[in-house]
């Protein structure tokens, strides 16, 4: 990939990087554990906190090298990686990821 300026430009890039369903399915997953481990972590304390990046990059990384064979975003963009996680499972969530698929030039129901 080469280097983006702005998230403006990474977004898309992200998007395309997650083509197939079954890579965003695992990203929801992860992402939905995030959640709950934090409110486990936060009513209870103790390891609990440690749960949520496992979950939410374990799930992703599989999905990436496993499912979609690439390397994960993380690596290059950590920051703008985390924020479109979660801004894909929230559009995801909302019924409103498809059109920033298409867009992006990705089949929404690509398996």
């Not at 992402?31 to 799930?59: E, K, R």
């Not at 995801?92 to 929404?108: E, I, K, M, N, T």
């Amino acid at each position: 990939m080469a280097r983006v300026a702005t998230y403006a430009e990474f977004w898309p890039f992200y998007l395309r990087e997650h083509g197939r369903a079954k890579t965003r399915a695992l990203h929801y997953a992860g992402t939905a554990l995030t959640f709950a481990f934090a409110a486990i972590a936060v009513l209870n304390g103790g390891w609990w906190w440690l749960a949520i990046p496992i979950a939410g990059y374990g799930f992703a990384w599989v999905a990436h090298f496993r499912v979609e064979r690439n390397r994960p975003a993380t690596f290059t963009h950590p920051l703008w990686s985390l924020v479109s996680d979660y801004r894909m499972f929230f559009l995801w969530l909302g019924g409103r990821l498809d059109r920033h698929l298409r867009a992006a030039g990705v089949d929404p129901n690509r398996a």
